[in-house]
């Protein structure tokens, strides 16, 4: 399927959709750069056209993968929403910062001064967040709001499930009803013809592109960008998107073709396989094979949310340069941890360190200092962020920030394939389990080793000759150096790494 012309495509797919707000007049650049983070939650690093997908369209992705830097190796520090996104806002591994699961009860109050935010907003940036922030439970109530540096604060956690979720208290609902909308009579009430109505992630069309929650956090941060933050500004987008329920609007799903999709990678071994780690993780309890249900359709509306996506994206840079900030702003395009999707039996998220739970998109770009069309293939973290943004800033890069800044890559000074030996991501308690698991992963340029503290469980996999994780060597006598090697690797970086409490003041 070949990337269409944004502008036909957007005329003729699209005509539903809400006109941008009005735009400021062009403003003059400053000293330190406009940063622009767009965050989706659990967008696979697969789901781009023009790094190897040609069944899906994002011709907007693609525009900053052209003028800026995409990390094709880039890895999140936890396969779950919250220790992930505390992780990257900080440059500090979920256990150093103790935020290591989700449904916590708070975020720890000692660690808010790390967040990039704060630290942004205290050199003089005026900052601005909309959509999910999660950095600690929003189930049954409203996530409490910390000393986090945002003067502008738009919240809204899942526009669904309003029975785990308060939906009037979200900025989104509120904005829905300005529009006319209401979310219990307006969400799926948009109908597609044979579109099949049970598969993982609940498939299916959502609300239209106008009332769409993705869109609402796209016009948010055109008005921050247009009309509402100083500059510098520094805005966290924050979106709900592609996260089950896969829910696009229609016209976006009817346009994505079903049929040319790509079943999950999977090997019907894996039935019996799998339930070695029944125990540890709720995914595994119960594989599913991909046959026995719509997969084809699953991957077709997550993809569709995806474009939806793409298309918000695509406003957002119109906004830049329709105000004369493009040229002085920082844009950032990742997501926090991805989605199984059917691989290896498996759906959503969890207690596993397959590719399409931890390998993640990312991309850079800022005209005329970061280089264009470049290609990294290097290992990275999303812990690098924050020591990036800090340098670009003119800011000191802390001793706490556990991340390595991207800097050298961006600017073409040092080696696009070469950049760390390895990346860490943890698991610890990070989900609700029966037996609160906790497991550790480590992957270098060919090897991924996994281990799940306590269960003499585990798994190794060579990357280079086995690139969809079906031979797990955890038992290879064979591979035992490589499993060694990484084991060490691990046990050293960790202990490292360690939180070693405050700082000396004196010999003694």
Request: charged letters at 25%; hydrophobic letters at 30%; a neutral charge.
């Amino acid at each position: 399927m070949s990337t269409l012309n944004r502008r036909s495509f957007l005329q003729s797919s699209l005509s539903t959709a809400a006109a941008a707000p009005a735009l400021a007049p062009q403003r003059a650049a400053t000293e330190k750069p406009n940063i622009l983070w767009i965050c989706t939650d659990q967008q696979r690093w697969d789901t781009i056209h023009s790094l190897g997908n040609n069944r899906i369209r994002t011709p907007n992705i693609d525009r900053l993968v052209r003028e800026g830097v995409a990390f094709t190796n880039t890895y999140c520090q936890n396969p779950v929403c919250t220790p992930s996104r505390g992780s990257f806002l900080t440059g500090c591994y979920p256990s150093t910062i103790r935020c290591t699961r989700n449904g916590n009860d708070y975020f720890p109050e000692q660690e808010t001064s790390k967040l990039i935010s704060r630290v942004l907003n205290g050199s003089g940036y005026d900052c601005g967040m909309v959509g999910k922030f999660h950095l600690s439970s929003s189930y049954m109530r409203v996530e409490p709001r910390l000393d986090d540096g945002y003067r502008l604060f738009e919240w809204s956690h899942a526009p669904r499930w309003e029975e785990h979720w308060p939906i009037e208290q979200q900025r989104y609902h509120y904005w829905l009803r300005e529009r006319g909308g209401d979310f219990r009579r307006d969400y799926r009430s948009q109908k597609l013809e044979d579109w099949p109505a049970k598969a993982p992630g609940r498939p299916g069309p959502g609300m239209e592109t106008r009332l769409h929650e993705v869109t609402w956090c796209g016009e948010t941060a055109m008005d921050y960008m247009s009309n509402a933050l100083r500059q510098p500004w520094f805005i966290s987008i924050n979106m709900y998107a592609p996260h089950p329920a896969f829910d696009p609007p229609r016209e976006f799903l009817k346009r994505v073709d079903v049929d040319s999709m790509i079943s999950p990678a999977f090997r019907d071994e894996e039935m019996k396989t799998q339930l070695r780690f029944s125990k540890i993780d709720h995914q595994t309890k119960v594989p599913r094979h991909p046959n026995s249900y719509q997969d084809k359709h699953m991957v077709a509306a997550y993809y569709a949310q995806i474009e939806l996506i793409d298309y918000q994206v695509g406003r957002m840079l119109e906004t830049l340069e329709s105000t004369g900030q493009s040229d002085n702003t920082i844009v950032i395009f990742t997501s926090d941890h991805g989605e199984m999707l059917g691989d290896h039996a498996l759906n959503m998220k969890g207690c596993r360190f397959y590719e399409g739970a931890v390998h993640v998109p990312l991309i850079f770009r800022w005209p005329g200092r970061y280089r264009a069309g470049l290609r990294s293939s290097g290992l990275v973290e999303l812990t690098d962020i924050t020591p990036t943004l800090l340098e670009a800033a003119g800011l000191p890069v802390p001793d706490y920030v556990q991340g390595r800044s991207l800097t050298g890559i961006l600017r073409g000074d040092a080696d696009a394939g070469k950049h760390r030996d390895f990346v860490r991501s943890e698991y610890w308690d990070s989900l609700k389990e029966p037996n609160s698991t906790r497991a550790d992963m480590m992957r270098d340029e060919r090897y991924k080793l996994v281990v799940y503290h306590g269960h003499q469980l585990g798994e190794l996999y060579d990357l280079e000759e086995d690139p969809q994780e079906f031979n797990n060597l955890w038992d290879s006598h064979d591979h035992r150096a490589a499993k060694n090697r990484l084991t060490s690797r691990f046990f050293d970086d960790f202990i490292l790494k360690a939180d070693i409490g405050s700082p000396r003041i004196g010999p003694m």
